[in-house]
């Protein structure tokens, strides 16, 4: 294996009242440690490659969190962490660590649960209208759209490619700007 794409992640709409520390544990096994343990069954057979990538699925809510969701948020925050000092553990072996932090991406998933809201907020069923609502309710950013699962494999593809050896330990968004922090 040359390429280590961590891309689990769990999340349950719910806010501070509703999570239990059992669901905070829940979200952190799917969200951190099964990251762990990918990469520790992978990552000793990487390091004699010399040219090999991990990289992590992650969010802007890790350092931009909504009031709701924690459990999700904290568990992405710790998938950052993750990245830099697992990047600083493999010092010049080649193995480049970084995390890809997407925004709203219009994944099948995401489109049924904004349909749900678009219901109950009144945005209507079309789904310009429906991004509209959520532009204008949940999260905006620059672009004035949502993002697409091929925007984000693109991003992934190029961070996977050899065009990217120097990158390393970052957090790069891809989220039309809507993490206002650099």
Same mark, same amino acid.
């Given at each position: 294996?040359?390429?280590?794409?961590?891309?689990?992640?769990?999340?349950?709409?719910?806010?501070?009242?509703?999570?239990?520390?059992?669901?905070?544990?829940?979200?952190?096994?799917?969200?951190?440690?099964?990251?762990?343990?990918?990469?520790?069954?992978?990552?000793?057979?990487?390091?004699?490659?010399?040219?090999?990538?991990?990289?992590?699925?992650?969010?802007?809510?890790?350092?931009?969190?909504?009031?709701?969701?924690?459990?999700?948020? @904290? &568990?992405?925050? !710790?998938?950052?962490?993750?990245?830099?000092? /697992?990047?600083?553990?493999?010092?010049? #072996?080649? +193995?480049?660590?970084?995390?890809?932090?997407?925004?709203?991406?219009?994944?099948?998933?995401?489109?049924?649960?904004?349909?749900?809201?678009?219901?109950?907020?009144?945005?209507?069923?079309?789904?310009?209208?429906?991004?509209?609502?959520?532009?204008?309710?949940?999260?905006?950013?620059?672009?004035?759209?949502?993002?697409?699962?091929?925007?984000?494999?693109?991003?992934?593809?190029?961070? @996977? &490619?050899?065009? !990217?050896?120097?990158?390393?330990?970052?957090? /790069?968004?891809?989220?039309?700007?809507? #993490?206002? +922090?650099?």
């Amino acid at each position: 294996m040359d390429i280590l794409v961590n891309n689990a992640g769990a999340f349950v709409n719910r806010g501070w009242d509703e999570a239990t520390p059992g669901d905070w544990l829940e979200l952190y096994a799917v969200n951190v440690a099964a990251a762990v343990r990918c990469i520790q069954g992978l990552v000793p057979a990487m390091r004699t490659r010399r040219c090999d990538r991990v990289i992590q699925i992650g969010t802007g809510e890790a350092i931009n969190p909504f009031p709701f969701m924690p459990d999700y948020a @904290a &568990s992405k925050a !710790a998938l950052l962490n993750l990245t830099v000092s /697992l990047a600083k553990h493999l010092d010049r #072996t080649g +193995v480049t660590v970084n995390t890809v932090s997407r925004g709203i991406v219009v994944t099948p998933g995401v489109a049924r649960f904004y349909r749900s809201e678009a219901v109950r907020r009144g945005w209507g069923q079309d789904w310009q209208a429906i991004q509209a609502g959520v532009l204008a309710e949940i999260l905006d950013n620059p672009t004035g759209r949502l993002g697409t699962p091929r925007e984000v494999a693109d991003l992934v593809a190029f961070v @996977a &490619s050899p065009l !990217a050896g120097y990158i390393n330990g970052a957090n /790069l968004r891809i989220d039309g700007g809507s #993490t206002a +922090v650099v």
